[in-house]
């Protein structure tokens, strides 16, 4: 490209009638879409795939289906780890920024296990990593992969411990080492398995294609701080025949994580923006390498580690190998790739209306709270963790998808968010009226301000309830089931 | 170089060289504090925004200013957590030395003070007394001063007035002027007297637009950083990640009502569960839990571009202030030709 100066574009997505076009347009609804064209826009939209039209992969659609292929397929490789129920998809990226679609495949996470540990260590180090779970907003967050690395550098003991591993664990692997020799000998024992081979680098990348190509293996190559080397390293590699490639131009922990962050982005932005195939992969980040220079389980490495890692995938990370299984620090790093993962195209609002938790009675306490999904599951799950889940009304208020904090500036500047005629309006079209006896509304904590107007308007008692519904059930049981018990 | 499914391969025409990418919109600079020769009386003021291009596209254009470490002080008791009030316990109780232990040991480069006891539902402070703490902070710390009302829109202006006219030449970051209150008021008082508005609006591009223009009636453009509104990781961080890049790009794209540089209420990290309670072993101690939070939070708004930082543990504000030090700096000593991590023995 001789033009210095390029200009940033917007991503370059193919139409639906341009897609459209390619299409058979006999809307035989085999691919589950009334029309084709309906098919086109949910494959523009990347929520159909190709394979589900069966008549294109006819040999008289041929030409239009390498089309379709071509202008459909993402700019970021998708590459496959692993086989079975855990096999771990990274990669397969279509933008930059989430807002222009979404992020597709998780940041993947990879914890070490080395082959100098002792068995017993050695499986319970898998152990934990299996156990690591945590449930956020109704989903299981946990780890992905087990990184083998080669401390002993001798092909015996890597061998050893890859078997342990393997016959432990289900999660797909990565086997870390540079030396060919060390690498086929774990490698030979997991065959069919398709681990992740790291990595290929300028010296060793000959014999890595070739045990890659031999074993239908994905390949992380590895050029520090280069993309030009990379690049040529890459096209060299995929001559090879080796085209689920990984790419680590290095993680530079502190020091130099400037280079490390403008190389994830350039790699993204070339193959994002400029459609540059030699670049378009998943992308590998070690963190791990926070840990060079510390002792075991020190404190300081770990927060280092987990800070990169934050970084990291704010910038495109496919996978990060990492050493600390701490809670403390792990935890924050899976959330916050949770929610930049999550599709920005799906509403941020539930349902207003009344929910009903467990078989509440006429005496059940009424409490409401907005339609902002993360204030509602916040709320819902406080309450479902709680005694009082088996015995209460709550009612979701329409803020148009604002939280509860917003919807209180909003309201008290009278600009929307939450209205007196909204609540008004929830409470007579829930027909809670009809379910409880008592006529009282339990508000939350930040809506303090509504309580008169919410009263004269709705003809019920509003209770200030607790800011936090982390402490819903507490106020209940001094606000309330004392109260309903003593009046009964 | 790719295979189709039908075994040919293609070669894309791009290549590395010449990597150059002009954006052609420029956030303006604003200045914070300023110097007795300024017309104020703080040791340095400081510059934020300026960029050309989106944050880390150091290959595009680098960024003229670094990140700024606001630390937040309270002018009276609120409830802190545990992680953080074991730091400042000693000086909880003085907004003064609060500021000053804030500046002197952790290295803030600047004050959030906070007046919360301003609002009718707390103590009801009246605008003179208010003025008075802001006076006590400016004169414990000489570095640049951002002052926060209590979200009461009535009361907030009606302090503003009081402090800006006290601490006139200042360049204090009023913080915050929203829809929500008497703009055209609030951003006189910041003009009369030489201050600088930080404009809040509720997690929306187009509120955050209207308020600018509002503003831009009375505020030059240098005059003006935006708050589009700060979730904490694991309490909607991704509506406000994706929103404060979605304003810098659209900036540096051209949009000259939002070329601003971008404040995050980083201390908001601490309202989301997981950074304060009690949790199940595995997850503790939340003493180190609790800053992770705020660091993780505090890095997700550096990488959307923003400029500007309120936050509040001593751990998080030596991590990330270290840290954007570090991602001034290109360039490793190490080359990590060898990749010694595999062969790590930890």
């Not at chain 1, 005496?363 to 409401?368: E, G, K, Q």
């Not at chain 1, 004269?456 to 309330?480: D, Q």
């Not at chain 2, 545990?82 to 000053?100: F, G, L, N, T």
Request: charged share 25%; glycine share 6%.
């Amino acid at each position: 490209m001789t033009n210095n100066d390029r200009k940033p574009g917007t991503r370059n997505a193919p139409s639906p009638v341009s897609i459209y076009k390619l299409l058979p347009r006999t809307n035989c609804q085999k691919c589950g879409q009334k029309t084709c064209m309906a098919f086109a826009s949910k494959l523009v939209n990347r929520e159909a795939t190709l394979d589900e039209c069966t008549p294109i992969l006819e040999k008289s659609y041929e030409e239009a289906y390498r089309q379709l292929w071509k202008s459909l397929r993402p700019p970021v490789r998708q590459v496959v780890i692993g086989t079975g129920d855990k096999t771990v998809k990274i990669g397969g990226e279509f933008v930059i920024y989430r807002h222009e679609l979404a992020y597709i495949n998780p940041t993947a996470i990879a914890i070490d296990v080395t082959d100098e540990l002792p068995c017993d260590q050695l499986l319970k180090r898998v152990k934990q990593i299996e156990d690591f779970t945590y449930t956020y907003l109704g989903r299981k967050l946990g780890l992905d992969l087990i990184a083998i690395r080669s401390t002993s550098n001798d092909p015996a003991k890597f061998a050893e411990a890859t078997r342990v591993v393997a016959e432990s664990s289900a999660l797909p692997l990565v086997l870390c080492s540079l030396d060919p020799k060390v690498m086929k000998a774990g490698l030979e024992l997991v065959s069919g398995k398709r681990p992740l081979l790291y990595a290929a680098t300028k010296d060793n990348w000959k014999d890595m294609a070739e045990l890659a190509s031999t074993y239908k293996c994905p390949l992380v190559v590895r050029v520090p701080n280069d993309l030009k080397l990379l690049r040529s390293l890459t096209k060299d590699l995929m001559s090879a025949d080796v085209d689920d490639l990984v790419l680590d131009p290095v993680t530079y922990p502190y020091e130099g994580i400037q280079d490390t962050l403008r190389n994830f982005s350039i790699l993204r932005w070339i193959s994002c923006k400029e459609g540059d195939e030699l670049l378009g992969f998943p992308i590998a980040g070690t963190p791990i390498e926070a840990w060079e220079g510390h002792e075991r389980s020190s404190e300081a490495a770990t927060w280092k580690e987990a800070a990169v890692a934050s970084l990291l995938i704010t910038h495109y990370a496919s996978l990060l190998i990492m050493h600390t299984l701490d809670g403390w620090a792990l935890l924050p790093v899976v959330i916050l790739r949770q929610n930049l993962y999550t599709d920005p195209r799906k509403p941020a609002a539930v349902e207003p209306g009344l929910r009903i938790f467990g078989e509440p009675d006429e005496n059940s306490p009424v409490m409401f709270t907005t339609n902002f999904s993360l204030t509602y599951f916040t709320v819902s799950s406080d309450i479902e963790s709680s005694p009082i889940s088996n015995r209460c009304y709550l009612l979701v208020v329409d803020s148009e998808g604002v939280g509860v904090r917003t919807a209180a500036a909003r309201a008290s500047a009278r600009k929307g968010g939450i209205t007196v005629e909204g609540i008004a309006k929830a409470i007579s079209e829930s027909g809670v009226e009809q379910k409880v006896k008592h006529k009282t509304l339990i508000i939350p904590g930040l809506l303090a301000n509504l309580k008169d107007e919410i009263e004269k308007l709705t003809g019920w008692k509003a209770l200030i309830g607790p800011s936090n519904s982390a402490e819903l059930p507490k106020f209940l049981e001094e606000h309330w089931y004392k109260n309903v018990q003593e009046s009964s | 170089m790719r295979k189709t499914p039908f075994g040919e391969k293609t070669e894309s025409p791009t290549s590395l060289e010449g990597l150059k990418i002009r954006f052609p919109g420029k956030i303006v600079t604003v200045k914070l504090g300023a110097t007795r020769s300024e017309g104020g009386t703080r040791a340095r003021s400081i510059l934020i925004g300026g960029e050309e291009a989106p944050t880390f596209y150091h290959f595009a254009a680098p960024s003229p200013h670094l990140p700024v470490v606001a630390c937040d002080v309270f002018d009276t008791k609120i409830p802190i957590p545990k992680a953080v009030k074991m730091h400042i316990e000693e000086v909880v109780d003085d907004p003064a030395e609060w500021a000053k232990l804030y500046v002197n040991k952790f290295g803030a480069d600047m004050i959030t003070l906070q007046l919360i006891s301003i609002d009718p539902k707390i103590k009801d402070t009246s605008p003179k007394e208010a003025a008075k703490t802001v006076e006590n902070v400016l004169q414990a710390v000489n570095v640049p001063l951002a002052v926060g009302g209590c979200g009461d829109p009535l009361k907030d202006l009606a302090v503003f007035k009081e402090v800006t006219e006290m601490a006139e030449g200042e360049r204090l970051l009023i913080s915050s002027i929203s829809p929500w209150m008497n703009v055209r008021e609030a951003a006189e008082t910041v003009k009369k007297y030489d201050h600088v508005a930080l404009a809040l609006s509720g997690m929306d591009m187009n509120e955050a637009r209207e308020l600018n223009r509002a503003l831009y009636c009375t505020l030059s453009r240098e005059q003006i950083v935006m708050d589009p509104s700060t979730a904490s990781l694991g309490s909607g961080l991704e509506f406000t990640y994706t929103l404060m890049a979605r304003i810098r790009l659209a900036a540096v794209m051209g949009d000259d009502e939002l070329q601003h540089p971008l404040s995050s209420g980083v201390t908001n990290a601490w309202f989301a569960r997981e950074s304060y309670r009690k949790m199940a072993p595995q997850w503790e101690p939340r003493e180190l839990r609790g800053p992770m939070w705020e660091t993780v939070t505090a890095l997700t708004s550096i990488a959307a571009g923003c400029d500007f930082l309120m936050m509040m543990h001593p751990a998080t504000i030596q991590t990330v202030k270290d840290l954007i030090q570090k991602l001034k700096e290109s360039g490793s000593k190490r080359t990590l030709e060898t990749a010694d991590w595999i062969s790590l023995r930890i």
